[in-house]
């Protein structure tokens, strides 16, 4: 099973951008997706953006799409996620997440493997 690791996050004010990384160890991305959910204390995990393994079609939440753009580079075997115009409610803990199989794409049960995090702060 693959292993993902985040990276990328800070603090950043309004406006700004930051580009979060999703590195895989153990073996090299593949099956269905890989995607980024994000996370307030007290709040469920939500869904950001999703790249498809085959096609490359991303999908986006209604929140970010605009702002943010997830794409992948095989031969660094990352997933990236470029963030711009942040906004403070975009402050949370951003999660790389894989998935093997189809499934709803936004949906957390799909995801097998999952990161440890990376925080986004966006102060006003």
């Known amino acids: 099973q693959v292993q993902v690791a985040e990276s990328g996050g800070g603090l950043v004010q309004a406006g700004g951008s930051l580009r979060l990384s999703c590195a895989a160890s153990?073996?090299?991305?593949?099956?269905?997706?890989v995607s980024w959910f994000r996370q307030v204390p007290g709040k469920e995990r939500e869904f950001v953006a999703a790249i498809r393994w085959a096609g490359y079609n991303t999908y986006y939440a209604d929140s970010v799409q605009g702002r943010f753009t997830i794409s992948r580079d095989n031969a660094k075997n990352t997933v990236f996620l470029q963030m711009n115009y942040l906004k403070p409610e975009d402050t949370a803990v951003y999660y790389c997440?894989?998935?093997?199989?189809?499934?709803?794409?936004?949906?957390?049960?799909?995801?097998?493997?999952w990161g440890q995090g990376t925080q986004v702060t966006v102060s006003s």
């Open positions: 997440a894989v998935a093997n199989t189809g499934a709803p794409i936004r949906s957390r049960s799909t995801y097998q493997s």
């Open positions: 153990g073996r090299a991305f593949g099956g269905f997706a």
